[in-house]
T-cell receptor, first 109, second 116 residues
Framework: DAKTTQPPSMDCAEGRAANLPCNHSTISGNEYVYWYRQIHSQGPQYIIHGLKNNETNEMASLIITEDRKSSTLILPHATLRDTAVYYCIAGTSYGKLTFGQGTILTVHP | KAGVTQTPRYLIKTRGQQVTLSCSPISGHRSVSWYQQTPGQGLQFLFEYFSETQRNKGNFPGRFSGRQFSNSRSEMNVSTLELGDSALYLC???????????????FGNGTRLTVT
């Protein structure tokens, strides 16, 4: 799996968009970008994944740069319940994902 | 649809003992993966099973083992427990098909193991 780099922490005001960056400059052509989040005392929750194109679902949007060396997860209207550790992962193997330290996102009122 | 269920939720064991943790995947999911989470090392991959066969393995000693049953349920076993095995053990399931489409992992809430 390619190494990913994320800022250790970020803050966001409730109701505003949260933009979480991730660098994966060594990603290979067949590696997907995944985003998961983990709220304290719970297992990680899948958010979204993509290969080349931008993706959107009911939770978030994923923007992948054209060279695929970085991506941004966008939570369009952050709420207090979005406070969590967000993990960006680049990989291919079924079931085997390499988690880094992630970004602690704090949404404040 | 019921999520991934892990039992027990909490366990306290003594050094040298062994422990078995259980995981019931989401109905229809055939792949089950296990992860260990500690404050120092974060989330680390242990192994993955698909159709009762271990398909991937992480860098853990042989004291850590697992198996998967025909109904996709999985167990992991840790023998000769050490203090450093204290962790949150997470199970995740996915469709895990043999094709090229990656299906996301769905995690349970884990088993908190404390070794004293």
């Amino acid at each position: 799996d390619a190494k990913t780099t994320q800022p250790p922490s970020m803050d966001c005001a409730e109701g505003r968009a949260a933009n979480l960056p991730c660098n994966h400059s060594t990603i290979s052509g067949n590696e997907y970008v995944y985003w998961y989040r983990q709220i304290h005392s719970q297992g990680p929750q899948y958010i979204i994944h993509g290969l080349k194109n931008n993706e959107t679902n009911e939770m978030a949007s994923l923007i992948i740069t054209e060279d695929r060396k970085s991506s941004t997860l966008i939570l369009p209207h952050a709420t207090l319940r979005d406070t969590a550790v967000y993990y960006c992962i680049a990989g291919t193997s079924y079931g085997k994902l390499t988690f880094g330290q992630g970004t602690i996102l704090t949404v404040h009122p | 649809k019921a999520g991934v269920t892990q039992t027990p939720r909490y366990l306290i064991k003594t050094r040298g003992q062994q422990v078995t943790l259980s995981c019931s995947p989401i109905s229809g999911h055939r792949s089950v993966s296990w992860y260990q989470q500690t404050p120092g090392q974060g989330l680390q991959f242990l192994f993955e099973y698909f159709s009762e066969t271990q398909r991937n393995k992480g860098n853990f000693p042989g004291r850590f083992s697992g198996r998967q049953f025909s109904n996709s349920r999985s167990e992991m076993n840790v023998s000769t427990l050490e203090l450093g095995d204290s962790a949150l053990y997470l199970c995740a399931s996915s469709l895990g098909g043999a094709g090229t489409v990656i299906s996301p992992l769905h995690f349970g809430n884990g088993t908190r193991l404390t070794v004293t």
